[in-house]
Structures are given as structure tokens and as C-alpha cells.
């Protein structure tokens, strides 16, 4: 199931290089619950990293604030070297940053194509158009439900649509929040096949998974959250070698 | 019997869309920001008594009526941006108080800047009534039908085939996943507020030949509007004027049947009656929401 890349040894070349996304002892709380206590994290341009970590451990909090629709309290987020720790949400998609939430929310009672159409709300309809045309050859499926409602789409459809209509904004830096959430092992393993595939085309990806397996064996570089902290980190095979790793996450 | 129910129909049907398109003020700002807006009336109150006065100054009536919806839009505008935006930390429950203290200022304003008096303005093309069936048609009530069903175009065509109005749609279902298409949630509430009061705005002109303007006339009119609103089911626009058309034609049986006295009272029974018993309007659509 799992199959590796070679990617790692491309990501050790590129160390010199800025990264895409820098996240520096990065804070936000809920209220007066501190979601996150100091994450810090690097993402280099074509690389695939992951972020694991258990429920409740600040994944999505993380992702939220990368994606301006959740406060910082500290810290700072560089995006290709510029720092974005105060931009909007919209200035940020724009940029090319732009998240597959966690539980997909589709917009159920809007057909497949308007889904897809939103995810463009920040392109011309140029590119609109275009990102159609590439959704639907790159998800056939889709194509064949464009029409349908979202929200009577199988879970993983559901899924394909989600990641479908972040792609419509053209992204730079794909994030992708627990991708494996609610969907049975054969679309998990679907699911993570379609993200490795958009890698090797070059996407830069960043996902946070609490399925640590599946995550960290594909991924160039992992990380590990815990308690809203960054704590451990290294290429994603070796993190799978780990005794912390595989004690907390993989159960052995 | 029949000439006499049909006097009733149509006099229902006429404030019925009245109803309607206020309501269908609170269904659109309700769907942008969960607040429900009880300045609604004082949009209404404002198209009708700033046609009056921009008429009194010499404006031909069309400028004059233009130029109150645009004002109206434009109080809309400011309500948005310094009540609701500034207080985005107050909960829905706070932002509905500061629409309520809104409303109040706008009628005191609106006493010192006009005046306290009911003003007629005159209906779009005469008052000489339509005979159908022994019963008498005022050719305002066509004229507010004509409106009712060319907003309702306007606005269907609007949410199905602008972006706009698809990401007020995408933004009314989930506000966090519109936000993570790029989409920016307060430039849509400003533009409910904006476009709810045009439709209050519009509402008040249509109906002052009718029932005459004035500065608190807003106060009852918001109200009705609300009830279509809640009637139709609470951020449903096509609810909202259906809701429009139940709550009028009921006062207007009531009214004629029972005795006008009753009249106000069917709205708020109305009202009553369906958050008791149907809280998704009658209209209800099972709430479609996925965490």
C-alpha cells in the first residue's frame, strides 16, 4: 500500500532554500483554553510534509490559524519568506494558500459544479473555467455528478469534491486537515493515493492526520503535535521508526 | 358573498407582499449573519417618508424615489458597518439588541429631521379602482404585485447565477468553508444589509399610497415582516413571501369577518402558533448542516 517516492532526498537539497511556509512558537487559544503553546514547522516547495497527533492536540487549530479564520496569540506564519501572521483570509487564499477542511464541508444543498465554481470565488473566470476542465479530468467522477447536490454525495466523493474545489483557487500550498476523517480504510487508502499523486505532480502539500500510519509514509518530512506543541520531527519514514512514534500513535 | 371575499383577497394579497418583501429583508440578512434585523421597519419608514420630503423639495416622483432607496441602502450600509461590525465580539444576541437600539434612533431621527405627521403619496398610476366580480382592485395592489414578482426574479437570477450570490448561498450554508474559498463574510453582510434595505426601502413607497407614511409607520410594518419571515420559515426568501401573503390574507379575513379590531392580532398569533409548532416556518426545510 505504501509506496515511497524518493522525494526525501530532494527535500535535503533544497535545505538551503527558504522555505514556502515557515510557522514560528506559533499560540492561539480558545477562549482561555491555549490550543496551541509554541508550533513551529517548515514546509519546503514541493515537498509533502505531515502533521500528526492525537485528538485535542491543537491539529486543527493549526490549520485554521494558517488559514486566517482562527486568532494567533504569538508567533509568526512567513509564507515564502513574508509574514502573514495578521493577512485575511481571503488575502491568504489569494496568496496561494488554501485548506481542505477537516469533515470536507461540502456545500450540500449547492450542486457539484457550483462547489467547484465557489472554490474559484478568487480567480478570474478564465481560470475558472480552466480549473473545471482540469477538476473533471483529473475527477471524472465529478464530471459524471456535476449536476448532483453535493450533500447526496457518497463520503468519499464528498472527499474528491473538497480536495476538488481547493484546487479550483490554484493553490501554491495545499493544506489538508485530517483527510482520513469518517471515510472507510479503502477510501482512506484512496484518498491519500490522489494526495500523493497531486504531490508528484508538485504540489506542495501540508496535512495534519491523527492516522499517523498512513500519514507519515507518505510524507517527505513529519511532524509530531502534542499538547500544542511541536516535539519531534524528521523525514516520515524514520518518524515511523521512532519508539515515542510508534508507542503514542501506532500502538505497537 | 363572493364579491365580498374576493374585496378581502385582494386587500390581503396587497399587504400580504408588502409583508413579503419585508420579510424577505429579514430572510436575507438573517442568512448572512444570523441576526435578525429590527431596523426592517425603518428601512421601510425611510423609503417612504424620504420620497415625501425629497418630493416636497421639487423632485419629480421617480428621481425622488430612486433617490430614497439609495438613501435607505445607505443607512443599510452604515448599520452593517459601524452597529455590526464594530461589535462582532457581541454573539447574535447582542448584534439583534443593537438593531433594536438602531431602530429606535432612526425613528427619533427621522421626527427631528421630517416631522411627526402622516404623509400620503400618491399611487403610481391613479386611484381609480378596477372592478372585478363586484369586488373594487385599487391599480397600486397591481402594482405592487408587478414589484413583488420582478424582485422575486431579480433575486432568484441573483442567487443562482452571480457569484455574489452564490457565495451569499455558500456563506449562509457554511460560513467557515466559505471564508476558506476566499470569500469575505463581512463584505457580505454589509451587502444584506444593503440589499435588504432597498427591498424595505421600496416596500415604504409602495404601500404609503395605501396606508400613508410616517415616522413610526415601521414600527407595526417590521413587525409583520417579521412574522412572513418566521411564517416562511427563518432565512427562507421564497418563504418570507409566501410567509408575506399567509399573515395578509389572514388579517385581511379576520378584519372583514370577525372585526378590524382583531387585525393585528392574527400576525403575533400567527407568529405564536408557528414557533410553537412548526419552528422551520411552513415551509420548514430540514436545516442541512455538517460540522
Given at each position: ?7 526525501v ?5 533544497r ?8 510557522v ?10 491555549q490550543a496551541?503553546?509554541?508550533a513551529s ?15 485535542g ?6 490549520m ?5 479564520v482562527?486568532?494567533?496569540h ?7 519568506g ?6 485575511t483570509?481571503?488575502a ?35 481560470e ?22 453535493a ?14 474545489r481547493?484546487?479550483?483557487a490554484?493553490p501554491r ?6 483527510p ?14 490522489t ?8 504540489m506542495?502539500i501540508?496535512?495534519?492526520e ?24 524528521g523525514p516520515?519514514?524514520a ?10 500513535y501506532?500502538?505497537? | 358573498?363572493?364579491?365580498e371575499?374576493?374585496?378581502?383577497l385582494?386587500s390581503g ?7 413579503g ?15 435578525i ?5 425603518e ?8 420620497t ?11 428621481l425622488?424615489v430612486?433617490?430614497a ?20 465580539g457581541?454573539?447574535?444576541v447582542?448584534?439583534i ?12 431621527l ?13 399611487p403610481?398610476s391613479g386611484d381609480?379602482?378596477?372592478?372585478v ?15 413583488l ?31 476558506l474559498?476566499?470569500?469575505d ?10 440589499l435588504?434595505?432597498?427591498l ?10 395605501i396606508?400613508m ?5 415601521g414600527?407595526?410594518l ?10 416562511g420559515?427563518?432565512?427562507n ?10 399573515v ?5 379575513m379576520t378584519a372583514?369577518y370577525?372585526?378590524?379590531?382583531w ?5 403575533f398569533v ?9 419552528p422551520?416556518?411552513?415551509?420548514g426545510?430540514?436545516?442541512v448542516?455538517?460540522a
Amino acid at each position: 500500500m505504501v509506496i515511497g517516492h524518493g522525494s526525501v532526498d530532494m527535500s535535503t537539497q533544497r535545505h538551503a532554500t527558504t522555505p514556502m511556509l515557515e510557522v514560528i512558537d506559533l499560540q492561539s487559544r480558545h477562549g482561555r483554553i491555549q490550543a496551541l503553546k509554541g508550533a513551529s514547522l517548515a514546509v519546503r516547495a514541493g515537498q509533502l510534509v505531515a502533521l500528526v497527533g492525537a485528538n485535542g492536540a491543537g491539529k486543527t487549530t493549526l490549520m485554521r490559524a494558517l488559514s486566517g479564520v482562527q486568532p494567533v496569540h504569538g508567533g509568526q506564519i512567513l509564507f515564502e519568506g513574508r509574514d502573514i501572521t495578521r493577512a485575511t483570509a481571503g488575502a491568504r487564499v489569494r496568496a496561494g494558500i488554501v485548506q481542505v477542511p477537516e469533515g470536507r464541508r461540502v456545500f450540500g444543498p449547492m450542486s457539484v459544479e457550483d462547489n467547484l465554481r465557489l472554490g474559484a470565488f478568487t480567480r478570474s473566470r478564465r481560470e475558472e473555467e480552466e480549473g473545471l476542465e482540469r477538476a473533471y479530468a483529473l475527477f471524472p467522477r465529478l464530471k459524471d455528478r456535476r449536476r448532483q447536490l453535493a450533500g447526496t454525495l457518497s463520503g468519499g466523493e464528498q472527499q474528491m469534491l473538497a480536495i476538488a474545489r481547493a484546487l479550483m483557487a490554484r493553490p501554491r500550498l495545499l493544506l489538508l486537515d485530517e483527510p482520513s476523517m469518517g471515510l472507510s480504510p479503502l477510501l482512506v487508502d484512496q484518498t491519500f493515493e490522489t494526495i500523493q499523486r497531486l504531490a508528484k505532480d508538485g504540489m506542495t502539500i501540508f496535512l495534519v492526520e491523527q492516522n499517523a500510519f498512513v500519514a507519515l509514509s507518505i510524507a517527505d518530512h513529519g511532524y509530531v503535535l502534542e499538547g500544542g506543541r511541536t516535539v519531534l520531527d524528521g523525514p516520515g519514514r524514520a518518524l515511523l521508526e521512532d519508539d515515542r512514534v510508534k508507542e503514542a500513535y501506532l500502538g505497537v | 358573498m363572493l364579491s365580498e371575499f374576493l374585496q378581502f383577497l385582494f386587500s390581503g394579497l396587497t399587504v400580504g407582499a408588502i409583508y413579503g418583501l419585508i420579510g424577505l429583508g429579514f430572510a436575507v440578512i438573517y442568512n448572512a449573519s444570523h441576526v435578525i434585523n429590527f431596523a426592517q421597519g425603518e428601512f421601510v419608514m425611510i423609503g417612504g417618508m424620504a420620497t415625501v420630503f425629497l418630493m416636497a423639495a421639487g423632485l419629480p416622483m421617480p428621481l425622488a424615489v430612486v433617490l430614497a432607496i439609495a438613501g435607505a441602502a445607505l443607512v443599510g450600509w452604515l448599520l452593517a458597518r459601524i452597529g455590526i461590525e464594530t461589535a462582532r465580539g457581541a454573539g447574535v444576541v447582542g448584534l439583534i439588541i443593537i438593531t433594536i437600539g438602531a431602530s429606535i434612533l432612526l425613528r427619533g431621527l427621522a421626527q427631528v429631521v421630517w416631522d411627526r405627521n402622516f404623509h400620503p403619496l400618491p399611487p403610481i398610476s391613479g386611484d381609480a379602482p378596477i372592478h372585478v366580480f363586484g369586488a373594487t382592485l385599487l391599480p397600486q395592489s397591481l402594482w405592487i404585485g408587478a414589484a413583488l414578482i420582478a424582485i422575486m426574479a431579480a433575486l432568484r437570477f441573483f442567487f443562482d447565477h452571480t457569484r455574489t450570490g452564490k457565495a451569499m448561498q455558500a456563506a449562509a450554508i457554511d460560513p467557515l468553508a466559505a471564508q476558506l474559498m476566499g470569500i469575505d463574510i463581512r463584505r457580505l453582510v454589509r451587502l444584506s444589509f444593503v440589499l435588504s434595505a432597498a427591498l424595505g426601502a421600496l416596500a415604504g413607497v409602495l404601500v404609503a399610497p395605501i396606508t400613508m407614511t410616517y415616522a413610526n409607520v415601521g414600527v407595526m410594518l417590521g413587525l409583520k415582516g417579521f412574522a412572513a419571515a418566521i411564517v416562511g420559515g427563518l432565512g427562507n426568501p421564497l418563504g418570507a413571501i409566501a410567509g408575506g401573503l399567509v399573515v395578509g390574507i389572514a388579517e385581511a379575513m379576520t378584519a372583514g369577518y370577525l372585526s378590524s379590531a382583531w387585525k393585528d392580532v392574527v400576525a403575533f398569533v400567527i407568529i405564536l402558533f408557528v414557533l410553537l409548532f412548526l419552528p422551520n416556518g411552513l415551509f420548514g426545510r430540514a436545516e442541512v448542516h455538517r460540522a
